[in-house]
T-cell receptor
Framework: KAGVTQTPRYLIKTRGQQVTLSCSPISGHRSVSWYQQTPGQGLQFLFEYFSETQRNKGNFPGRFSGRQFSNSRSEMNVSTLELGDSALYLC?????????????FGQGTRLTVV | AQTVTQSQPEMSVQEAETVTLSCTYDTSENNYYLFWYKQPPSRQMILVIRQEAYKQQNATENRFSVNFQKAAKSFSLKISDSQLGDTAMYFCAFMKQRGGATNKLIFGTGTLLAVQP
């Protein structure tokens, strides 16, 4: 069974640009969550999608957005990039609708904003 | 709001020895889940162990076990017979139990564990 796949693995963008990151969850998983990991702020929750609906959102500005497709694949978009957006972005998928089910993580996308 | 605190930024242990990583949390919830995740240099987060707050029995998973003290809001991880492959960043995480509302994890700042040969 394939794991969570995130693409691309590495990305370098210029301030002001926008970026789209992709996450393919484990087959059959309907919940996809996104996290930002930085040395200063640690791991912070961005948002969660379940069956194409956003059901929770973290404290990030509106420049951060996401969506989920009918096949459960998810994308997150960051517009008007800032230097502080440089981070490892992790995606996690879960099988169940209820909380407590194991979250399986991808290897992340390392975004560098210059 | 829930918070998770890991007070040990770095720890070191000799191979085959036992080490305990600390985690405390703050919540007004009565029902929740607690997790320990491992993040090796490959960056992929891997679940180590999970504890349901309503269960009094401490979870164990092979060489990994927890000491869950609900009243003290403490959730420590014990690694027995440490192996070189245990070298990684370890994160303690909290998740509310709220009937399907969310799978949101709240993470601590992590403890970098180095297993020495």
């Amino acid at each position: 069974k394939a794991g969570v796949t995130q693409t691309p693995r590495y990305l370098i963008k210029t301030r002001g640009q926008q970026v789209t990151l992709s996450c393919s969850p484990i087959s059959g998983h309907r919940s996809v969550s996104w996290y930002q990991q930085t040395p200063g702020q640690g791991l912070q929750f961005l948002f969660e999608y379940f069956s194409e609906t956003q059901r929770n959102k973290g404290n990030f500005p509106g420049r951060f957005s996401g969506r989920q497709f009918s096949n459960s694949r998810s994308e997150m978009n960051v517009s008007t990039l800032e230097l502080g957006d440089s981070a490892l972005y992790l995606c996690a998928s879960s099988a169940g609708q209820g909380p407590g089910t194991e979250a399986f993580f991808g290897q992340g996308t390392r975004l560098t904003v210059v | 709001a829930q918070t998770v605190t890991q007070s040990q930024p770095e720890m070191s242990v000799q191979e085959a020895e036992t080490v305990t990583l600390s985690c405390t949390y703050d919540t007004s919830e009565n029902n929740y889940y607690l997790f320990w995740y491992k993040q090796p240099p490959s960056r992929q987060m891997i679940l180590v162990i999970r504890q349901e707050a309503y269960k009094q029995q401490n979870a164990t998973e092979n060489r990994f076990s927890v000491n869950f003290q609900k009243a003290a809001k403490s959730f420590s991880l014990k690694i027995s017979d440490s192996q070189l492959g245990d070298t990684a960043m370890y994160f303690c995480a909290f998740m509310k139990q709220r009937g399907g509302a969310t799978n949101k994890l709240i993470f601590g700042t992590g403890t970098l564990l180095a297993v020495q040969p």
